[in-house]
């Protein structure tokens, strides 16, 4: 399966994806591990103003089968939180890169972006 | 999973593109499109389930019957001809082996034993050692597949597939016969709540079967172990290494009808009644949330003051109602239709109440 890999965006090991516009950050999941959960019927987000660290849990998807851990790409301040997915978080599955976005991040320090995989080291890891 | 065992219709999952999995020590397909998809077929239509990786266990000669009737807690001698009956096999501490299906295929002088996967070995050591009054007992897993026929359609597709009235069948009865010229015995059980049954069929014919029904005008749909394991949740049936285990009494489990006690003796039988005679302290119960979140097995059931009652044996997402539903053992004060319990979820009280089971009628 081909999945939609945006050559913009940062990557996790733990797919999830970081699109970063100045000092704010975008995260959700990848298409990979979209398709990988299932069709997601729980999300369980921070509440604005929270501290994440960099590679530690922040939240967690859950499809029908199984419940997975979101691991925060960057260190910093949730300043926004995707509400729309409490209720209903189909668009983790039709939309993972754009409309099921989770949360936006204020980083503290873009340092940790040398971190993070770019499109092609992780296409690399999903094949 | 390279060492992991295959069944008959290993390379049929892979053409199907199945998800593969490493399920008690087999390479079983847990999804081939949709867990969705494949949960309502079975649920409005007819879902077809590899369940070849179950283990076969026979028992013949004259004392099969009073052998089995020590292993068991079921009263195998209300079985005639052709009838099966789920019973338990109680190890000798009260707690359980394993739970299995009886089929009797002549009165006192053959029965097909239908285990679980994962416990076949143990279970089969376990009767040989256990075997009172010297039945011939003889493992024939690797003899059968099975394949699992379950949903409205799935008697329809069976009468169009076998040359004899499935759909004639009482519930709980077994049928031998002959499928493309390989052996097949015909069980009109299942672990979905739906109507259907469970072909053992010769394994060289087992492809065959599958091939068979597959492409039957019907259109059944092939159904992995993800959405296998809703559907049974969701009509609380009992999964070993979940709600029950080695440790198990089967009356907390609910599992009391299977016992017959005053029909005759059976291994354990006084530490399964003094667990009962004494008062149940706990029992297993279902539940539905409250609060957002969904149960899980081994989340923990606590009061409001957050004292732990209990523990989640299974949980998920009913695709069926759209909502979380969980099966759990708690303290047998909490367990009337209606109590209020929490669900410790990563932490967080998580408000729920027990319901009426099974969460899904038919």
């Known amino acids: 399966m081909a999945f939609h890999i945006p050559e913009d965006f940062y990557y996790t090991k733990d797919h999830e994806w970081a699109q970063v516009d100045e000092n704010i950050v975008t995260v959700g999941i990848t298409e990979f591990a979209q398709d990988q959960l299932g069709e997601v019927v729980y999300v369980d987000l921070p509440e604005e103003g929270q501290k994440v660290t960099q590679n530690q849990a922040f939240g967690v998807v859950e499809s029908v089968k199984a419940v997975s851990d979101l691991y925060a790409p960057v260190s910093g301040t949730v300043i926004e939180v995707n509400s729309s997915l409490i209720d209903d978080p189909s668009s983790i599955n039709d939309d993972p890169n754009n409309n099921g976005w989770l949360v936006r991040i204020e980083m503290d320090t873009e340092k940790e972006l040398a971190n993070l995989m770019r499109s092609p080291e992780y296409k690399k890891l999903i094949v | ?362």
Request: proline share 4%; charged share 25%; with cysteine.
């Open chain 2, 1 to 362: 999973m390279s060492e992991s065992l295959k069944t008959p219709l290993y390379n049929e999952h892979l053409k199907l593109n199945a998800r593969m999995v490493d399920f008690a020590g087999w390479n079983m397909p847990i999804q081939y499109t949709n867990l969705k998809d494949e949960h309502n077929s079975t649920r409005n239509h007819v879902g077809l389930f590899d369940v070849s990786h179950m283990g076969e266990i026979r028992f013949r000669g004259p004392s099969a019957l009073p052998t089995l009737q020590w292993l068991t807690t079921n009263d195998v001698a209300k079985l005639n001809d052709g009838q099966a009956q789920y019973g338990l096999l109680p190890n000798d501490t009260g707690g359980l082996v394993d739970d299995l299906f009886i089929y009797c295929l002549k009165k006192d002088e053959d029965y097909l034993v239908c285990v679980n996967a994962s416990n076949k070995d143990k279970d089969f050591e376990w009767m040989k050692s256990n075997n009172k009054f010297n039945a011939s007992i003889h493992d024939e897993s690797s003899l059968w597949g099975q394949i699992a026929i379950q949903g409205p359609k799935a008697l329809e597709l069976c009468d169009a597939i076998f040359d004899f009235p499935v759909s004639k069948m009482n519930r709980n009865e077994i049928k031998e016969s002959e499928f493309q010229g390989y052996k097949i015995m015909v069980a009109t059980t299942g672990y979905t709540g739906e109507a259907g049954c469970e072909v053992f069929v010769a394994a060289p014919g087992t492809e065959k079967l599958w091939q068979a029904l597959l492409s039957h005008p019907l259109k059944p749909v092939p159904v992995g172990l993800g959405a296998r394991d809703i559907l049974r949740t969701e009509m609380k049936y009992s999964l070993y290494g979940h709600e029950i285990d080695d440790t198990t009494n089967p009356y907390e489990a609910g599992l009391g009808w299977a016992i017959k006690p005053t029909a005759k003796d059976f291994m354990s039988k006084n530490a399964i009644l003094a667990v009962k005679e004494k008062g149940l302290n706990r029992k297993l119960i279902g539940f539905k949330m409250k609060e957002r979140g969904i149960p899980r097995q081994g989340y923990q059931i606590k009061n409001s003051a957050g004292e732990l009652l209990g523990v989640t044996t299974s949980g998920t997402h009913s695709i069926t109602l759209d909502e979380p539903i969980g099966i759990a053992y708690v303290d047998a004060k909490f367990s009337s239709e209606g109590s209020e319990i929490y669900v410790d979820i990563r932490g967080k009280l998580t408000k729920a109440v027990v319901v009426k089971t099974p969460f899904v009628t038919k």
